[in-house]
Nanobody
Framework: QVQLVESGGGSVQAGGSLRLSCAASGRTFNSYGMGWFRQAPGKEREFVAAVSWSGGSTAYGDPAKGRFTISRDNAKNTVYLQMNSLKPEDTAVYYC?????????????????WGQGTQVTVSS
């Protein structure tokens, strides 16, 4: 069983930055592919970013490209999402997820564990 706890969400003005963190339980964190998704009110869950077990491979959804960076620290069992140049349309609940495979995973149905989410609100 893996437990994921997100933190770092909050309210920020457009153009600002936030860094989300996701702390994972379990001794085999470095064998999981990790990802971030988001869901805005009335919209479907959307892929944001993913990272392989080593951190050597990453993938980004279109809204995140050029503005967000995913990274991980296996010694701390933590994955991060650095979000810069935030826009009002980035407002959503952001979810961390873990997949029981070491590669980059971009499809939500391939993830095995999910956090409870952290709210990000960007005002104009």
């Amino acid at each position: 069983q893996v437990q994921l706890v997100e933190s770092g969400g909050g309210s920020v003005q457009a153009g600002g930055s936030l860094r989300l963190s996701c702390a994972a339980s379990g001794r085999t964190f470095n064998s999981y592919g990790m990802g971030w998704f988001r869901q805005a009110p009335g919209k479907e869950r959307e892929f944001v970013a993913a990272v392989s077990w080593s951190g050597g491979s990453t993938a980004y959804g279109d809204p995140a490209k050029g503005r967000f960076t995913i990274s991980r620290d296996n010694a701390k069992n933590t994955v991060y999402l650095q979000m810069n140049s935030l826009k009002p349309e980035d407002t959503a609940v952001y979810y961390c997820a873990a997949a029981l495979m070491p590669r980059v995973v971009t499809e939500s149905h391939e993830y095995d564990y999910w956090g409870q989410g952290t709210q990000v609100t960007v005002s104009s």
